[in-house]
Every structure is written in structure tokens, then in C-alpha cells.
């Protein structure tokens, strides 16, 4: 059984002084994809779910997802958490409690930072109280085609951190140093001086970095190794999924309607083959 709590696998990159990856996943092949790359590698991972994905794109519901996870982590000897990725319902973080996730992401941050702090520590108490861990964020994340990344405004001062820290409570927090959603147009550069404020501001709380997707490798080995525990990864991985469907489709088009059946072994291979690159970034002791 290597389903674990979604904090002690945190607290272990913490310990390490690196980050988990928290990838993005949306249906059977994708969580199959990461959970093998994380058994072959021995590096544990988060398996997240972005609400929408199961409310909007419906392709898969927040219970099949979870026993999904927790089944193939049964068969493999890695830890394997189960996290909500951002989530701006009270309604949809109690079902994924039910549901079994351990951790969620409660996200207010386009609110006023004491009413962010605010609502988000109603979640915390009551997740708490369940033993589940909760993820908040402050400054904002915009998304990268909008080029919200290089505003400064959006970006999290080290002693609003600190004060959300203590009013929420949260466990682990999302901060915004140079980070942006989705595909960037031009390379990214975080601002590790900014981490490095945030990090001693807030002590032992773990921080997370989203939009993990096109940052350079050389500039996350320097923000896992200064404060960055937990790593969001969805955008470079769908897009995985996606050359790998269109490359199978390409090769048996016009041929038999059964041929769909053999879509999924190597489309699962090629997101094993891509995790398993992307893992050479952790270093677990
Ligand atoms: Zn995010």
C-alpha cells in the first residue's frame, strides 16, 4: 500500500529540500502515465485533479478519480498522494473529502488578502478537523498567454505571506514570483530573491509553485532547493497526452474501428516515458 497523506509526502520533499510534482491528471491513462514513471523512478507524487476538468470538461468525476489513484497505488511501492487542485467552492472541497482526496487547494486569491485569509480558514478548521491538509494562495498566478506573469503587483510580498500564514493557517501556500499558468511566450524568470524573503518570512511552511510548465530546469533546481516543496505540473503533460493521441490516430487512420482499443498502452507509455524525464528534477533522500 503506498497510498500516503498528501502532507507527510510534502513533509518529505521538505526534509529533502526539494518538491514533489503535483501533475495534473484527467482520466485513467493519465494517472496510470505518472503513477508508473513515479514506481520506476521511486519518487513520490501527487496526482491532482483541477475540479473543472470533472465539472466542465466532464472527463472523469471527483469519486471514480479517487479510487482510481488509490487503486494503482495499492500495486506499487512508491507514496502516492491525492491532492484538489484549485478549488473556489466550499461544496466541492467537502465532496472531495468524501471522496477521500487528503489534500486540497482552497482558492480566494482574487479577493483582498484578509478576506482570502479569512475564508480560507473556515476550510482549513473544518478540513483540519478531518485530517485533510489545505493549499491556499496569495498574490495571484494569472495565466501565462496573458503575460500576468511579469506584473509585479501580482506578485506575493514576503510580509503578506507571512501575515496570511497566521491568520489562515494553511499547510502548504501557492506564492507568485515570476510564475504564470499555461504556455509562456517568452522564458520565464523567477524571482529567487523574492523566494528567498517569502521562505524566511514564513518559516516551515511549504510553498508551491504553479505553472510549472516552460520554466527552465536550471531555475526550478534553484526554487526546489529554496522553499519550493510542492510543484504544480498540467500544461507540458496534457500536452504529452495529446502528441501521443494524435500520433497513434495519425498512424492507424483508415484502418479497423477496433484498432481504438489498442489507444491506450501507448499513449500511457509515452506519459510514463515523459514523467520519467521530468522526475530527474526530484531529489528524495
Ligand atoms: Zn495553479
Not at 494562495?137 to 500564514?165: C, Q, R
Amino acid at each position: 500500500m503506498a497510498f500516503e497523506k498528501s502532507l507527510d509526502i510534502i513533509k518529505s520533499a521538505q526534509r529533502s529540500n526539494t518538491s514533489v510534482f503535483s501533475v495534473n491528471c484527467i482520466d485513467y491513462n493519465t494517472i496510470a502515465g505518472v503513477i508508473r514513471a513515479a514506481e520506476a523512478t521511486q519518487t513520490p507524487v501527487l496526482v491532482q485533479l483541477y475540479p473543472e476538468h470533472s465539472s466542465l470538461n466532464k472527463t472523469i468525476d471527483f469519486e471514480g478519480f479517487a479510487s482510481t489513484v488509490k487503486r494503482l497505488a495499492s500495486e506499487v511501492k512508491v507514496a502516492i498522494g491525492l491532492h484538489l487542485d484549485h478549488c473556489y467552492t466550499y461544496e466541492e472541497i467537502r465532496r472531495a473529502a468524501d471522496a477521500g482526496f487528503t489534500s486540497v487547494m482552497y482558492d480566494a486569491s482574487t479577493l483582498p488578502t484578509e478576506e482570502n485569509a479569512a475564508k480560507t480558514k473556515v476550510i482549513v478548521d473544518e478540513m483540519h478537523a478531518r485530517g485533510v491538509a489545505v493549499e491556499g494562495e496569495i498574490g495571484h498566478v494569472g495565466l501565462a498567454a496573458e503575460d500576468s506573469g511579469s506584473d509585479l503587483d501580482l506578485y506575493t510580498k514576503p510580509d503578506v505571506a507571512k501575515m496570511f500564514y497566521e491568520a489562515s493557517g494553511v499547510d502548504a501556500l501557492a506564492i507568485a514570483i515570476g510564475n504564470a499558468h499555461g504556455f509562456y511566450k517568452g522564458t520565464p524568470h523567477l524571482d529567487i530573491d523574492r523566494l528567498d524573503q517569502i521562505h524566511a518570512a514564513t518559516g516551515d511552511l511549504a510553498l508551491v509553485l504553479h505553472g510549472g510548465s516552460g520554466i527552465p530546469d536550471d531555475q526550478l533546481e534553484v526554487a526546489f532547493a529554496r522553499g519550493i516543496n510542492k510543484f504544480n505540473y498540467g500544461t507540458n503533460y496534457l500536452w504529452a497526452y495529446y502528441r501521443a493521441i494524435a500520433s497513434f490516430v495519425k498512424e492507424h487512420e483508415s484502418e479497423a474501428y477496433t484498432d481504438v482499443l489498442g489507444l491506450a498502452i501507448p499513449t500511457q507509455d509515452a506519459l510514463c516515458e515523459h514523467m520519467t524525464d521530468r522526475f530527474k528534477l526530484c531529489h528524495f533522500k
